[in-house]
T-cell receptor, first 116, second 116 residues
Framework: AQKVTQAQTEISVVEKEDVTLDCVYE???????LFWYKQPPSGELVFLIR??????QNEISGRYSWNFQKSTSSFNFTITASQVVDSAVYFC?????????????FGAGTQVVVTP | EPEVTQTPSHQVTQMGQEVILRCVPI?????FYWYRQILGQKVEFLVS????????KSEIFDDQFSVERPDGSNFTLKIRSTKLEDSAMYFC??????????????FGPGTRLTVL
């Protein structure tokens, strides 16, 4: 069964528009961590943000912000005022406490295309 | 800033041949991981490694695969007899070791393996 679902396959926006990426996760653990990673066209995986299950406070970091809602098991990610360099595949990932060795379970990814 | 490095960036091999993918994790990190990503698909966990032994492995990580930390800096993934379906991007990751399930994993740039 899918533990992490990213329903949006691709999102296309024009530069300066905001982009919100959806992530829905499934776990029975009470302690878990959620992550967002970015994979630009060059292929590497770049860590963006991490959130633990006990902290639902939503934050903003530069042009990135996230909305964590345990009630709906969602961990959405927003890029404000998108730029062409934001074009990439974005992966949401889950690490469960019972997986004590930190296995990351990734969603299928959302391709973001930002055009000038 | 410390980073995970991987060599080679691209490996082409014939089916049935053995390949060794190399990784140098971030210095002082204690947990090491291999993931793979078949073209256009999500990132999948292969194996985690701690204290010189495998701590967890996925169903993908069968007897054809092995990992080793031959010295204090390298971490290798060996595929004994490659198959066409082993063609993928292989990512190495490491995390500090505060607690595996809560650490952030930092990924290398990946090795693209092509099996002909």
């Amino acid at each position: 069964a899918q533990k992490v679902t990213q329903a949006q396959t691709e999102i296309s926006v024009v530069e300066k528009e905001d982009v919100t990426l959806d992530c829905v996760y499934e776990t029975r653990d009470t302690t878990y961590y959620l992550f967002w990673y970015k994979q630009p066209p060059s292929g590497e995986l770049v860590f963006l943000i991490r959130r633990n299950s006990f902290d639902e406070q939503n934050e903003i970091s530069g042009r990135y912000s996230w909305n964590f809602q345990k009630s709906t098991s969602s961990f959405n990610f927003t890029i404000t005022a998108s730029q062409v360099v934001d074009s990439a595949v974005y992966f949401c990932a889950l690490s469960e406490r019972t997986d004590s060795w930190g296995k990351l379970q990734f969603g299928a990814g959302t391709q973001v295309v930002v055009t000038p | 800033e410390p980073e995970v490095t991987q060599t080679p960036s691209h490996q082409v091999t014939q089916m049935g041949q053995e390949v060794i993918l190399r990784c140098v994790p971030i210095s002082n990190h204690l947990y090491f991981y291999w993931y793979r990503q078949i073209l256009g698909q999500k990132v999948e966990f292969l194996v985690s490694f701690y204290n010189n032994e495998i701590s967890e492995k996925s169903e993908i990580f069968d007897d054809q695969f092995s990992v080793e930390r031959p010295d204090g800096s390298n971490f290798t993934l060996k595929i004994r007899s490659t198959k066409l379906e082993d063609s993928a991007m292989y990512f190495c990751a490491s995390s500090p070791g505060l607690a595996a399930s809560t650490d952030t994993q930092y990924f290398g740039p990946g090795t693209r393996l092509t099996v002909l």
